[in-house]
């Protein structure tokens, strides 16, 4: 067994059936399969738990199981792990990373919050736990209009580090706070250039949108969500077509449920392509979990001292979330 390539690098018999052979393992190792809505269908498919960052985070808290197999990108991993310290947890491919907490070194994030006394630190869950270990409180899209609300009106925020999310939180609240200057390199793609195109082709579809798009897609659309959030709209909504601006992972799960609607993929900017995707989300493939759970590797490891401070904000959102 290699795993010095982030995955474990063993041959695959191709005469497997790799979803029979994953579910025997699953049982076998006492495991739990987590996949974020943005995997591929067939990870999804095979997930015993589906969904955005603060569902994995929750399902993972309150787990029975032994080991969790976490499909989703390298900070989700973390945050199960210093939830679940006693569990292994595994990340069938640990390459997959994320460009919004890349676009947020740690030592300089520090040295940021250092420079600001006397705030109260607020950061995206899509933050290494280093980042996490610096933060007050942590957020997702999914509650942090409603975890911001909750602090005093006077309350000094810092927020990190998707300064869309930021500017959306803090032109709905009303609240002044210093937001980080970082991004997600999917959500960034999207223009209103695009999406106007697809609305005069689709005129009576609704439009769904991620809050971490920029502002001038944001203020196209119908629903601004998380994307557990958005999923909801659409099985609620009488529409029946949406367009969707957000990681086109979200579509499968948008099509599961409402078998009877019209879902269209919003493209990036550039119109190489008919949907956005995340690289690093599409890392993780049937291979990669069948060696993972036979291997059981790799596994996440997290520096004690910053599991120590970093649950401190983990804790208190699942706290606020309730």
């Excluded at 980042?131 to 209009?145: E, G, P, R, W």
């Excluded at 999917?186 to 971490?212: C, G, M, N, T, Y």
């Excluded at 493209?267 to 291979?287: Q, R, S, V």
Aim: proline share 6%; aromatic share 6%; charged share 25%.
């Amino acid at each position: 067994m290699n795993v010095d390539k982030g995955y474990v690098d063993a041959p695959v018999d191709p005469s497997l059936d790799l979803r029979a052979e994953i579910a025997r393992l699953k049982r076998e190792r006492g495991a739990v399969i987590m996949a974020h809505y943005y995997q591929r269908p067939e990870i999804q498919e095979l997930a015993d738990e589906i969904g955005d960052s603060l569902a994995l985070a929750q399902k993972a808290a309150r787990t029975d199981a032994k080991v969790i197999v976490l499909c989703g990108v390298h900070f989700m991993g973390e945050t199960a792990k210093i939830l679940c310290p006693d569990k292994t947890v595994i990340v069938p491919d640990v390459n997959a990373g994320c460009s919004l907490a890349d676009s947020c070194p740690a030592d300089e994030f520090a040295a940021f919050v250092a420079s600001h006394p006397g705030h109260t630190v607020i950061s995206y869950v899509n933050t290494s736990a280093a980042v996490k270990a610096v933060t007050d409180i942590l957020v997702t899209s999914s509650n942090a209009l409603k975890i911001v609300n909750s602090l005093p009106k006077d309350e000094k925020i810092i927020f990190g580090p998707d300064r869309n999310l930021g500017n959306y939180i803090a032109a709905t609240t009303g609240r002044e706070m210093l937001i980080w200057d970082g991004a997600c390199h999917v959500h960034e793609q999207f223009s209103l250039q695009r999406l106007l195109e697809l609305k005069r082709e689709h005129p009576f579809a609704k439009i769904l949108v991620h809050p971490e798009c920029p502002r001038p897609v944001r203020l196209l659309a119908n629903k601004v969500g998380s994307t557990q959030a958005l999923l909801e709209f659409a099985v609620s909504d009488e529409a029946d077509e949406f367009i969707v601006a957000t990681e086109s992972g979200i579509m499968h799960e948008l099509r599961r449920r409402c078998p009877n609607k019209t879902f269209i993929a919003a493209p990036p900017e550039d119109g190489t392509c008919a949907c956005n995707e995340c690289n690093f989300m599409k890392m993780i493939t049937l291979e990669k979990l069948y060696n993972s759970l036979l291997y059981m590797a790799p596994a996440i490891e997290v520096d004690q001292e910053v599991a120590r401070r970093a649950v401190v904000p983990i804790r208190r959102m699942l706290e606020l979330s309730n």
